[in-house]
Structures are given as structure tokens and as C-alpha cells.
């Protein structure tokens, strides 16, 4: 399988440990350091944007998302949180690749600390073993939908990236509804419109 990490550059103390953590858990469980692609953003708040390109490009069976973010004296952080959060979640239903969300949201620097490998563990190495396995639920549920239709003579239902370049395609004159009025139905509405202002 092949994965795609994003990661923040803010707060590198502990991103870095997510990292690193992250990949130690894909080359245990889904594959090598060939098969891992690396994307360093700014800070959280641009981790939704290179996740959903990376996904659109369909070479990756999942994308793992790595930030850290602590709170504040202002409402900043909450913002951000709400933003990155929601961000993430869209680009994974509208893309259809898995997204493993790997932003920790803390309220001191102890707490992150802790999340990166200390007393709560490393939420990396977590956000790397949920990847891989939705990955593979991903894949199981694609083979078996496909199995299912060859067996029953129908047509092979479209990939998540088949769908997304379909979506861009432009529909043709002839398959809308918004065909220009014909010469009888222009003097038929002019004709409405008349007799209307004759009642007034």
C-alpha cells in the first residue's frame, strides 16, 4: 500500500515525534519507506488542503494527517481546531480515501508531550495503524463490490478517482434542461405578459 503524510512545521518539537512514529508504524504494518510519501505544511490550519491533493491524485490508499495544537489566552485555537477538524473529515467523504487524523489539541505543552511518546503514548504510531487499516478495509470492500458485480454480468462501478474526474467533466447541451426557448413559447410568454398589464 502506498501512504501519504502531511505534517505541520508548528510546534516541530512534537510533530516531529509524531513523524517519526508514524512512519515506524507503517513499515511494521503496511509496507517501506519507498511507498511513503512526505508533505510539510506551515502549521494545522494548512494540513486540509495538501491532504485533499494528495488524495485527488488517487496514488494513495490513505493520507495521515500530523499537526500540533495548543490553546491559548485568545480563541484562535478553537477556531483552528474546528477549521482543521472539519477540513479533514470533508476531504475524506468527498475524496473517498481514508484520512487518519493525527492533530493533537492540547491544552498545555505537558499534554503534547505526553500524546508523543511519553506516558499516553504516540498518537502518530495510532493515526499510521488506523491508516492502514481502513486502507485495507478500503480495499476489501472495492475487491468484494467488484467481485459481486462480474459474478452478475453488470458493469464495474467507478473508483473514488474515476468519480472525481467525472465530476469535472462538463455535462453536454443535449442531457440538460436549460435548452433556449423555441420562437412559440417566447411569443407565448410575451403574450402573458401583455394581457396581464391589460387587467391592470
Same mark, same amino acid.
Given at each position: 500500500?502506498?501512504?501519504?503524510?502531511?505534517?505541520?512545521? !508548528?510546534?516541530? !518539537?512534537?510533530?516531529?515525534?509524531?513523524?517519526?512514529?508514524?512512519?515506524?508504524?507503517? *513499515?511494521? !504494518?503496511?509496507?517501506?519507506?519507498?511507498?511513503?510519501?512526505?508533505?510539510?505544511? /506551515?502549521?494545522?490550519?494548512?494540513?486540509?488542503?495538501?491532504?485533499?491533493?494528495?488524495?485527488?491524485?488517487?496514488?494513495?490508499?490513505?493520507?495521515?494527517?500530523?499537526?500540533?495544537?495548543?490553546?491559548?489566552?485568545?480563541?484562535?485555537?478553537?477556531?483552528?481546531?474546528?477549521? *482543521?477538524?472539519?477540513?479533514?473529515? #470533508?476531504?475524506?467523504?468527498?475524496?473517498?480515501?481514508?484520512?487518519?487524523?493525527?492533530?493533537?489539541?492540547?491544552?498545555?505543552?505537558? #499534554?503534547?508531550?505526553?500524546?508523543?511518546?511519553?506516558?499516553?503514548?504516540?498518537? %502518530?504510531?495510532?493515526?499510521?495503524?488506523?491508516?492502514?487499516?481502513?486502507?485495507?478495509?478500503?480495499?476489501?470492500?472495492?475487491?468484494?463490490?467488484?467481485?459481486?458485480?462480474?459474478?452478475?454480468?453488470? /458493469?464495474?462501478?467507478?473508483?473514488? #478517482?474515476?468519480?472525481?474526474?467525472? %465530476?469535472?467533466? #462538463? *455535462?453536454?447541451?443535449?442531457?440538460?434542461?436549460?435548452?433556449?426557448?423555441?420562437?412559440?413559447?417566447?411569443?407565448?410568454?410575451?403574450?402573458?405578459?401583455?394581457?396581464?398589464?391589460?387587467?391592470?
Amino acid at each position: 500500500m502506498r501512504f501519504g503524510i502531511v505534517v505541520s512545521r !508548528f510546534n516541530s !518539537f512534537i510533530t516531529e515525534r509524531l513523524l517519526l512514529s508514524a512512519i515506524d508504524g507503517l *513499515v511494521r !504494518f503496511g509496507g517501506t519507506k519507498k511507498n511513503i510519501d512526505l508533505v510539510r505544511v /506551515p502549521g494545522a490550519f494548512e494540513i486540509p488542503l495538501a491532504a485533499r491533493k494528495l488524495a485527488e491524485t488517487g496514488k494513495y490508499d490513505a493520507v495521515i494527517c500530523l499537526g500540533c495544537l495548543l490553546r491559548g489566552d485568545t480563541a484562535h485555537y478553537d477556531v483552528i481546531v474546528n477549521e *482543521v477538524t472539519r477540513g479533514i473529515g #470533508q476531504s475524506a467523504q468527498e475524496t473517498g480515501i481514508p484520512h487518519a487524523f493525527g492533530v493533537l489539541t492540547c491544552e498545555t505543552l505537558e #499534554q503534547a508531550i505526553d500524546r508523543a511518546g511519553l506516558k499516553m503514548g504516540n498518537k %502518530g504510531f495510532e493515526a499510521a495503524l488506523a491508516a492502514v487499516e481502513m486502507a485495507s478495509l478500503a480495499s476489501g470492500i472495492r475487491d468484494r463490490s467488484s467481485a459481486s458485480l462480474r459474478s452478475a454480468g453488470q /458493469p464495474r462501478r467507478l473508483s473514488p #478517482q474515476d468519480r472525481l474526474a467525472a %465530476g469535472r467533466k #462538463q *455535462v453536454p447541451r443535449f442531457a440538460r434542461n436549460d435548452k433556449p426557448l423555441s420562437q412559440n413559447d417566447k411569443s407565448s410568454r410575451n403574450g402573458k405578459s401583455k394581457k396581464k398589464t391589460k387587467r391592470k
